[in-house]
């Protein structure tokens, strides 16, 4: 049965179903008794596997199709009616001839199956900074990814309006040549087609949160950012807040949830976890900046994550949560990913379904894009602020990626404008989280290359003018890298829970309590004033880390030039003026 009577809803379902053609429509309301009634459907069919219920209470382990392990960025499309408003980074379609190719994949897609409709809100249910959306989609691990990342069922039913973001998801032949993820910004839908694979489908997230959100946020003055959202309490037990945008797996879930260093948890020293991937940011009734996350939970990357990198997000995993694409370890009927122990199972299912034995194999056993989807209140560390609707205050902005030699481990931007600019020229070496080649460095503008909705140079507009609406009150901005790595290629600083140690001089920097240094691509610490007590790095190495090398930035700038060329007359002119005052400093 229907869970609203809203007319617009129903409307765009009839149309959805005609299309489709599901043999039945059923409504996710969100309760236990119908999540357990679809897990057991899953695993009656294959699409999910029952874990140890002893040791993984409530856990599931399902295995995507091969071909299907990742976002597919040349697949993803931005169709609004002009393309110059999609801009040069995205790929683009005019809507009507998209809508009539996406016409004939969807005809019949839902033969023989069930299209569910799960209504969703990302944020607190009737907070005004929620939005609601509705997902249909013929996949029942859908469903259940949903009910862990958002907020689902009936209540979100009873308050949704008019103004809902449409989704369309059909697995339909999971047929690589006619992938499609979809938006169409201007009518506020989402359309997905062959694939089953967490950001191409879970529609809330990266399509919804992002994409469309970021069209949204420009239209009405707010931000939607791929930023992880962090507390940090200090010995005074006053909680400061920074937002962080690093690309797709390069640690934001891993310093979402970081666990101070022993000297600096004996302090008193705490870190609250807000969200580890979207940040929704807005002006608040104070002139401030204010952050919340969306979501609900934790589409992490599994390979890696172990009791010593990430502890809360391992805590996280051991109930509710759904695994994708790691190794099953049969002994136990439990998972096991690369980097999770050093003890391999040796009777197991690797994440293609074949026999693996971790002892002798020398094939990877999980997907590097392995996922765990665990519920965000299983974290240890959730902050007391997690479902408050207005989100916390942010006092520093953080940008960072992987950089194995140009960037310094932290450095501040020199204002707001600035610290645009330090955004938008944002490298980094490539992950498995996309299809494509892994370890290229690429331009990767405040980590928002896949999932800004609009035009990349519209955007940076965007900031700069929230940065004029929040004056004095605007947070400070940095950039940071945890990635340098020596000769040999190894990583120089120990990251993880260090990270913290960089953490306490950006936030201090925003509560005059911390001293710089001025070099030629901005603020950065004196050495001296990094705390680096029992961190195994010592004040030489520290100084080479903070290091800038004068020729690796003119190359760097010539880049920038290069890439900054692709966005012609709409480049704001703030942001050449930097890159011109960047150079100028370079030479001196
Ligand atoms: O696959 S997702 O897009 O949800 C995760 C990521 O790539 O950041
Ligand atoms: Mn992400």
Known sequence: MALTTNKAVLNWIDEMAAMTQPDQIVWIDGSDTQIEQLRAQACATGEMEKLNQQLLPDCYLHRTAVNDVARVEDRTFICCKKQEDAGPTNNWMDPEEMYAKLKKLYTGAMKGRTMYVIPYSMGVVGSPFAKYGIELTDSIYVVLNMAIMTRVGQAVADVIGDDFVKGLHAKADIDPENRYIVHFPEDNTIMSVNSGYGGNVLLGKKCFALRIASYLGKHQGWMAEHMLILGVENPQGEVRYLAAAFPSACGKTNLAMLIPPEHYRKKGWKVWCVGDDIAWLRVGPDGRLWAMNPEYGFFGVAPGTNEKSNPNALHSTRKGTIFTNVVHNLDDNTVWWEGLDKNPPEHAVDWKG????????????????????????????????????????????????????????????????????????????????????????????????????????????????????????????????????????????????????????????????????????GYEPKAEDIDLEDSGVDLDTLKDLLGVDTALWQEEVKGIHEFYQKFGDKLPGELTRELDALEARLSK
């Open 354 to 521: 074949n026999p693996w034995n971790g002892k002798v194999s020398t094939e990877k056993g999980a997907h590097p894009n392995s996922r765990f989807t665990a519920p965000a209140k299983n974290c240890p560390c959730i902050s007391a602020e997690f479902e408050n609707p207005a989100g916390v205050p942010i006092s520093a902005l953080v940008f960072g990626g992987r950089r194995a030699k140009t960037a310094p481990l932290v450095y501040q931007s020199r204002s707001w404008e600035h610290g645009v600019f330090v955004g938008s020229i944002m490298a980094s070496e490539t992950t498995a989280a996309a299809t494509g080649a892994v370890g290229v460095v690429r331009r990767d503008p405040m980590a928002m290359l896949p999932f800004c909705g609009y035009h990349m140079a519209d955007y940076w507009q965007h900031w700069l003018d929230m940065g004029k609406t929040l004056g004095d009150k605007a947070p400070k901005i940095f950039n940071v890298n945890w990635f340098r790595t020596d000769d040999e290629g190894h990583f120089i600083w120990p990251g993880f829970g260090d990270n913290l140690r960089v953490l306490e001089w950006i936030l201090k920097r925003c509560f005059q309590e911390a001293d710089a240094v001025e070099t030629a691509i």
